[in-house]
């Protein structure tokens, strides 16, 4: 599945990064906990070196949680690395997120020498909304549309520590065909860019071979198919998505999609360090 969305911003916002990168303290990276490898940037694990380095895993409470701690202290694993799952709802997890990244860098968090903190993720990954909440103000537009922020800025926690926001970044052409249908699902790409009807079929795949139960409980059917597109008709018959001649799997994929997103179906991870699930049905799709 090919994305075509990267907009003109973005391109701006990796040189400004390359640029800024070796004045800044601490890299802060806000990753969906329900896709933290699809989510992170490679370009930054070239840039930093040995930086401190801390991982966000924002909207934990729409992933599993199992996998999340699997994931956190694959991330505490690593040289100069952190890692803190957040949600929405709890803010004093967030507000910790100055203290953490002064104790990677004790040498700095004064007046006279704050902590530079580099903040940076993909669109439609919480970002903005994490800035606000440290800021404890409105400080950058927030929206469930990627690619709000635009432009680079300066915003200041504290005297002894500030944040550098940069623009919601992804990469052209994503880095491999199995990210760009998790990105897609998850929301992080505008949905212009892509084909409900393949998403939802990936997704569907994804659930049957790694999260069958929760499919029982949301639909209340017992048996499913063990191919996406059957298991999609099931879905449109429990919801009304029928057509002469069979179901309509645009609707169908859009309702599905939707219901994945917002945790109707559960706390769901789409990856595990070290493992992979196969898109069984991908040859079929391309």
Known sequence: MLINWYPGHMV????????????????????????PQSS???????????????????????????VTDIWQNFFRSQINMDSLAITTENRQLALSIPSRCGKMVPERGSAEKPVRALILGIPNVGKSTLINTLAGKKITKVGNEPAVTKTQQRVNISDSFYLIDTPG??????????????????????DTAFDYDDVAMFAMDYMLQRYPQPLVERYQVDEWPDNAYDALGVVASKRGCLQRGGFDLTRVGDLFIKELRSGKLGRISFEEPDADIPYRDLEMVC
Request: aromatic share 4%.
């Open 169 to 190: 970044m992804l990469w052209p052409g994503a880095k491999d065909e199995m990210c760009n249908y998790r990105l897609a699902a998850s929301g992080a790409i505008r």
């Open 40 to 66: 992170t940037n490679p370009m930054i694990a070239g840039l930093r070196r040995d930086k401190p380095y801390l991982k966000v895993l924002s909207k934990s409470d729409l992933a599993d949680p199992e």
């Open 12 to 35: 701006k916002a990796k040189k400004e990064v390359k640029k800024i990168l070796p004045r800044v303290d601490v890299i802060i990276e806000i990753l969906d906990a329900r896709l």
